[in-house]
């Protein structure tokens, strides 16, 4: 759920407005007025990088100590999950493959562009690799080791499938609770977000007009983001109805009720009453399968928040005159899904995931805040990119629930 859906239209098309005559010059006193927009540009990525890591252990802790609640139906869960990872990675391998085929990202975009030598920053990240795996919970935490600390949280939240009821459930309560309370805070944070767009696009404007953001990368950028997002949409998922005997075109067309929820909401949560509604009212989905499917697909499977965070993370550091090499890139489509995966109704998810894996390598936020205004638009596309896939695939675990179901009879029959 992203509470950007709660932020009235008028009040972003303010803050934009604000921003873009903010930042012309227009106004008298302009260097107070810029220095306002840095202050808050800053202290809302301060923040957005205070809360970021907890929220990320904490997502990813609890949806997978919740996973128990379909212990009757752990078939169908395996199932869920296999689908999930096998979509969530081909998108991010799209993103990936779109990204190096159109090369948006200028070493120049904002005159940030590190002057260490390739060599040394490769170095740097050989090192950072190596040191993904903390000695102590308390160092992934105080090192902002991003991927050290998903690592801890899928040990623990994978480690407590296997305890008792009563203590697996005392453990997802307490990453439950904790989560809500980091939640709340990100709630409070994310308040200032019409603010913060002021400052950035402020900021924006200045750089443009000092030529020193080119638009032209920028928009290749944003192409690709959009991109891998519709080339998800529009050939794996309905490859993967073919697949089952489905037609794409006939599905779409009658869940797009729930689509479109998705889209103007900016909420998989918001879409999935609806989708439900209109799966089990208009296919033949066994009503148990959607039940379960469903809602585990909410919460785990983001296929275009994975796009969006491999083409961000390798957009900006290459801004920034990193550059990784044909295994780093690999890594980083299993690093996509799974923080994409364990995305779980995090508010702007994508873009504190993206925030916090390029914090956590030391690089500059500053193209981030260029990166918001927009983010705002994409992000409603990828709700409704996500639904779509959610609803895909549990239309394949149905399809393949009936197929098992034929094939046992049939041998019951011989």
């Known amino acids: ?19 873009l005559i903010a930042g012309s010059g227009i106004l008298p006193g302009h260097n107070i007025i810029l220095g ?54 081909c ?43 903390p000695s102590n919970v308390i160092q992934a935490f105080a090192d ?40 709340q805070v990100t709630e409070w944070i994310l308040k200032l977000v019409p603010v913060a767009i002021w400052g950035f696009t402020a900021q924006f404007v200045q750089s443009v007009m000092s030529q020193s953001l080119q638009l032209d990368t920028l928009s290749l950028y944003l192409f690709c983001v959009v991109g891998a997002n519709i080339l998800q949409a529009i050939v794996v998922l309905p490859l993967l109805l073919k697949r089952k005997g489905l037609d794409p075109m006939v599905i779409f067309k009658k869940m797009l009720p729930a689509l479109q929820v998705a889209f103007w909401s900016k909420s998989s949560s918001a879409a999935l009453p609806v989708a439900l509604k209109h799966l089990k009212c208009n296919t ?54 799974l923080t994409a995966v364990g995305n779980a109704g995090v508010p702007m998810g994508c873009y504190f995931l993206s925030c916090a894996l390029l914090s956590s390598m030391g690089v500059s936020l500053q193209i981030m805040g260029f990166i918001l205004p927009f983010y705002v638009m994409i992000d409603m596309l990828e709700s409704a990119i996500n639904v779509w896939s959610d609803i895909c695939v549990t239309l394949a675990v149905n399809a393949d629930n009936e197929m098992a179901h034929d094939l046992e009879a049939s041998e019951i029959t011989a």
Not at 46 to 70: C, H, M, N, Q, W
Not at 102 to 128: C, F
Not at 306 to 320: D, E, G, P, Q, R
């Open 284 to 337: 033949d989905i066994d009503h148990k399968v959607a039940s379960i499917s469903m809602p585990l697909c909410i919460s785990i499977n983001m296929n275009g928040c994975a796009a969006f965070i491999l083409t961000t993370v390798f957009f900006v550091s290459k801004c920034h005159g990193i550059f990784f090499s044909a295994p780093e890139m690999l890594i980083w489509i299993l690093i996509s899904t």
């Open 91 to 133: 998108a991010a391998t799209i993103a990936l493959l779109l990204f190096l085929i159109i090369d948006p990202a200028n070493p120049n975009l904002v005159n940030l562009a590190t002057e260490t030598a390739p060599s040394e920053q490769g170095m740097r990240y050989i090192d950072y690799l190596l040191n993904v795996v």
């Open 1 to 19: 759920m992203c509470i950007l859906k709660k932020v009235k239209p008028y009040t972003m098309a303010l803050a934009i407005t604000g921003g």
């Open 36 to 89: 306002t927009a840095d202050f808050i540009a800053e202290l809302f990525m301060r923040l957005l990088k205070l809360v970021s890591l907890p929220i990320i252990f904490l997502s990813i802790a609890t949806t997978i100590s919740g996973l128990e609640k379909y212990d009757d139906l752990k078939k169908t869960g395996s199932q869920v999950l296999g689908y999930t990872i096998s979509t969530t990675v």
């Open 144 to 183: 902002n080791n991003v991927i050290g600390t998903l690592l801890i949280a899928v040990g623990i939240g994978v480690s407590s499938l296997s305890l008792p009821g009563d203590k697996r459930q005392t453990l997802h309560q307490l990453f439950s609770s904790l989560y809500a309370a980091v939640f």
